[in-house]
Nanobody, 115 residues
Framework: QVQLVERGGDSVQPGGSLRLACAAT????????MHWYRQAPGKAREWVAS???????TYVDAVSGRFTISRNNARSTMYLQMNSLKPEDTARYYC?????????WGRGTQVTVSS
């Protein structure tokens, strides 16, 4: 079965950096578009970034220029490099994909940005 596992979340100060990873198993990773979402307490889950099988990336305006999504197909892993972090980036970050006619989500990894 498809499993997605996020890693890398932590507590950091404003202006700091983190790199998140999403490791995928049970799927032909290299042919699927992958996504990052985030959800802060009391807010709806928000799309953050996507990367196609070919490596084309898109971002929500709020993170454009600060975050970089990438993937390593040989390792079946997607990454999110987050720089210049702001308190408003505080959220649980989730890996997502659509495969085999279903939606798959990881359990998330917590990112907290505070002084």
């Amino acid at each position: 079965q498809v499993q997605l596992v996020e890693r890398g979340g932590d507590s950091v100060q404003p202006g700091g950096s983190l790199r998140l990873a999403c490791a995928a198993t049970g799927m032909n990773f290299k042919i699927y578009t992958m996504h990052w979402y985030r959800q802060a307490p009391g807010k709806a889950r928000e799309w953050v970034a996507s990367i196609t099988a070919q490596g084309s990336a898109t971002y929500v305006d709020a993170v454009s220029g600060r975050f970089t999504i990438s993937r390593n197909n040989a390792r079946s892993t997607m990454y999110l490099q987050m720089n210049s972090l702001k308190p408003e980036d505080t959220a649980r970050y989730y890996c997502h994909t659509q495969a085999y006619s279903r939606d798959f989500w990881g359990r998330g990894t917590q990112v907290t940005v505070s002084s």
